[in-house]
């Protein structure tokens, strides 16, 4: 039943051998309330992994209250920032001694090329837990000189309280980071609810976090499914915030939660429909290649994906077709497998709705200019593969150009100016990304303005850093993660004023 390559490490044998995985409650593993469990399947070929512990809302109400119990009680909340500090850089230093670990599970659980769960998602987990590890020691309010005679005035920046933290599949174990590293830097507490398709990583991390000295209930984790367990979560009465990376659909009942629960404290990170737009005076080996990287990258199973690629006139035809050869020429693949470029979707539902919007882009007119289908290797057959494709002709009132596909599948849309591109590329309900390939500085600029989006990059794509916010414009999303913008998301002002006659 569990996989068994040779290259496998011994610790993720034993990981994944070592019987039905437990939530994490209080700092105690348990199994849930109801006894029930879930199977967590490779999706390279449909093999359970292992059985998971199903959360439901008993499990949620005790999390909840150990996450409560160690915010009013201590000593998370009551330990010196610089403390705090440490435990979070220790954190990072056990995820990079376990980095090939991680790197294999999240690989085996979403499907991933290992090469990239090893350099992104696992180097960037450790990046961002050493960046918000600076911060705990840096939170502080102001002195204010209002207008009131003897009046000391100041404010003080405080943690918001027990954040439930709901993550998607895309990037399990870096959703996790951007969640808990800048809850734990601002001094809360956490519940943690994985994806029902790749919960592995969140519980090793919760075991190293354990191990790192995190108090017990400071972070909590949760399997289970969204329905049940996350709805409880965006329901609850004793959650003071909600953070959330997924679907628009899904944020939306999240928001009606919180405002029908105790209106908690809601942060969303939404879907995305990003314009990548080349312009003809960029460079044009080099914008070739972005649009391609911009949209292949985790098989297109980003919320940043550059899935709406917006060509010049002059040169539409050049850039589209090597988008569509570069996808051709990818290695399609187990994650596992080194020189894998492309491995599967996630899981079974996401493989029909990534091959029914190929269809519907045909459909609607649009031309298949590479890949489209599944691979016809019959090693693939059981896993959830389909073939990078590029969708030419297309008009950016499709239904391919306007809804979150979420596989490697681009839709090449073409325009005339920049008035034109602007007008298109802001057509759309989401505003999560952009790109911009041009050498011509001040339409660089322009365009980087107009554009409705709430990261934009110039002659490069996809980029994060822990320093820099990330968040949405329109419907994908509210408020900005990373940055010192992630810290506020995480904290309360408080304003005090003493009377000093
Ligand atoms: P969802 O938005 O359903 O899932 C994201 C997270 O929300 C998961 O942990 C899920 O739990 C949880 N969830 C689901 N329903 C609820 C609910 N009612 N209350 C609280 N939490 C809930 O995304 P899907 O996995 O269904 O993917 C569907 C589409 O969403 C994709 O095709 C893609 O377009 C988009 N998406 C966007 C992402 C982004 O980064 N912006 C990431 C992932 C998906 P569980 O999975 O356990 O049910």
């Given at each position: 039943m569990v996989t068994t390559e040779a290259n496998l490490t011994q610790e993720v044998r034993d990981f994944l051998n070592d019987g039905p995985k437990k939530l994490l409650i209080g700092g105690q593993w348990v199994e849930a309330a109801s006894g029930k469990t879930f199977e967590t399947v490779d999706p390279s070929n449909g093999d359970v992994l292992?059985?998971?512990?199903?959360?439901?809302?008993?499990?949620?109400?005790?999390?909840?209250?150990?996450?409560?119990?160690?915010?009013?009680?201590?000593?998370?909340?009551?330990?010196?920032?610089?403390?705090?500090?440490?435990?979070?850089?220790?954190?990072?230093?056990?995820?990079e001694e376990h980095a090939?670990?991680?790197?294999?599970?999240?690989?085996?659980?979403?499907?991933?090329?290992?090469?990239?769960?090893r350099r992104d998602d696992v180097g960037g987990t450790i990046d961002y837990f050493r960046y918000y590890a600076g911060w705990p020691t840096k939170i502080e309010g102001h002195t204010v000189p209002v207008g009131v005679p003897q009046?000391?005035?100041?404010?003080?920046?405080?943690?918001?309280?027990?954040?439930?933290q709901i993550i998607p599949w895309n990037y399990p174990l870096m959703m996790a980071a951007w969640k808990l590293a800048p809850a734990l830097a601002a001094g809360c507490t956490c519940i943690l609810k994985p994806a029902e398709q790749t919960p592995l990583s969140a519980l090793l991390l919760g075991?190293?976090?354990?191990?790192?000295?995190?108090?017990?209930?400071?972070?909590?984790?949760?399997?289970?499914?969204?329905?049940?367990?996350?709805?409880?979560?965006a329901a609850h009465m004793q959650v003071d915030k909600i953070a959330f990376t997924g679907s628009t659909e899904v944020g939306k009942?999240?928001?009606?939660?919180?405002?029908?629960?105790?209106?908690?404290?809601?942060?969303?990170?939404?879907?995305?429909?990003?314009p990548n737009i080349v312009f003809a005076d960029a460079d044009i080996e080099v914008a070739k290649e972005g649009a391609a990287a911009g949209i292949f990258y985790n098989m297109g199973q980003d919320c940043t994906a550059g899935s709406r690629l917006f060509v010049q006139d002059r040169v539409y035809d050049e850039v589209a077709q090597y988008v569509a050869d570069a996808g051709n020429?990818?290695?399609?693949?187990?994650?596992?497998?080194?020189?894998?470029?492309?491995?599967?979707?996630?899981?079974?539902?996401?493989?029909?709705?990534?091959?029914?919007?190929?269809?519907?882009?045909?459909?609607?007119?649009?031309?298949?200019?590479?890949?489209?289908?599944?691979?016809?290797?019959?090693a693939l057959s059981r896993g959830f593969f389909v073939n990078p494709t590029v969708l030419g002709q297309a008009r950016n009132d499709m239904r391919i150009a306007q809804e979150e596909i979420f596989g490697p599948v681009v839709t090449v849309i073409p325009f005339?100016?920049?008035?034109?591109?602007?007008?298109?590329?802001?057509?759309?309900?989401?505003?999560?990304?952009?790109?911009?390939?041009?050498?011509?500085?001040?339409?660089a600029?322009?365009?980087?303005?107009?554009?409705?989006?709430?990261?934009?990059?110039?002659?490069?794509?996809?980029?994060?850093?822990?320093?820099?916010?990330?968040?949405?414009?329109?419907?994908?999303?509210?408020?900005r993660e990373m940055g010192y913008e992630g810290i506020e998301l995480y904290t309360e002002v408080k304003s005090v004023w003493v009377n000093l006659e």
């Amino acid at each position: 039943m569990v996989t068994t390559e040779a290259n496998l490490t011994q610790e993720v044998r034993d990981f994944l051998n070592d019987g039905p995985k437990k939530l994490l409650i209080g700092g105690q593993w348990v199994e849930a309330a109801s006894g029930k469990t879930f199977e967590t399947v490779d999706p390279s070929n449909g093999d359970v992994l292992a059985r998971v512990a199903e959360a439901d809302k008993e499990d949620v109400n005790r999390a909840v209250a150990a996450a409560r119990k160690a915010f009013e009680d201590g000593p998370w909340s009551t330990m010196t920032s610089a403390e705090r500090s440490q435990v979070i850089w220790k954190i990072a230093d056990l995820i990079e001694e376990h980095a090939d670990t991680f790197a294999q599970l999240e690989s085996l659980d979403n499907g991933k090329p290992v090469v990239v769960a090893r350099r992104d998602d696992v180097g960037g987990t450790i990046d961002y837990f050493r960046y918000y590890a600076g911060w705990p020691t840096k939170i502080e309010g102001h002195t204010v000189p209002v207008g009131v005679p003897q009046t000391f005035a100041y404010t003080l920046r405080q943690p918001v309280g027990v954040c439930a933290q709901i993550i998607p599949w895309n990037y399990p174990l870096m959703m996790a980071a951007w969640k808990l590293a800048p809850a734990l830097a601002a001094g809360c507490t956490c519940i943690l609810k994985p994806a029902e398709q790749t919960p592995l990583s969140a519980l090793l991390l919760g075991q190293l976090m354990l191990e790192a000295g995190l108090p017990a209930g400071v972070m909590n984790v949760l399997t289970g499914y969204g329905e049940t367990a996350g709805a409880a979560l965006a329901a609850h009465m004793q959650v003071d915030k909600i953070a959330f990376t997924g679907s628009t659909e899904v944020g939306k009942l999240i928001m009606q939660a919180a405002g029908k629960s105790n209106l908690k404290k809601v942060s969303l990170e939404l879907g995305g429909k990003s314009p990548n737009i080349v312009f003809a005076d960029a460079d044009i080996e080099v914008a070739k290649e972005g649009a391609a990287a911009g949209i292949f990258y985790n098989m297109g199973q980003d919320c940043t994906a550059g899935s709406r690629l917006f060509v010049q006139d002059r040169v539409y035809d050049e850039v589209a077709q090597y988008v569509a050869d570069a996808g051709n020429k990818m290695k399609v693949g187990r994650g596992l497998n080194e020189d894998t470029e492309i491995g599967p979707l996630v899981s079974e539902e996401q493989l029909q709705k990534v091959t029914g919007y190929m269809s519907i882009g045909q459909q609607e007119g649009a031309v298949v200019l590479g890949g489209g289908g599944r691979p016809s290797d019959s090693a693939l057959s059981r896993g959830f593969f389909v073939n990078p494709t590029v969708l030419g002709q297309a008009r950016n009132d499709m239904r391919i150009a306007q809804e979150e596909i979420f596989g490697p599948v681009v839709t090449v849309i073409p325009f005339k100016d920049v008035d034109d591109v602007i007008r298109q590329a802001n057509d759309i309900s989401y505003g999560l990304g952009a790109g911009i390939w041009t050498n011509n500085l001040q339409r660089a600029h322009r365009v980087a303005a107009a554009i409705k989006a709430g990261t934009v990059w110039v002659n490069t794509y996809g980029g994060t850093d822990p320093a820099l916010p990330f968040g949405g414009f329109k419907q994908s999303g509210i408020g900005r993660e990373m940055g010192y913008e992630g810290i506020e998301l995480y904290t309360e002002v408080k304003s005090v004023w003493v009377n000093l006659e």
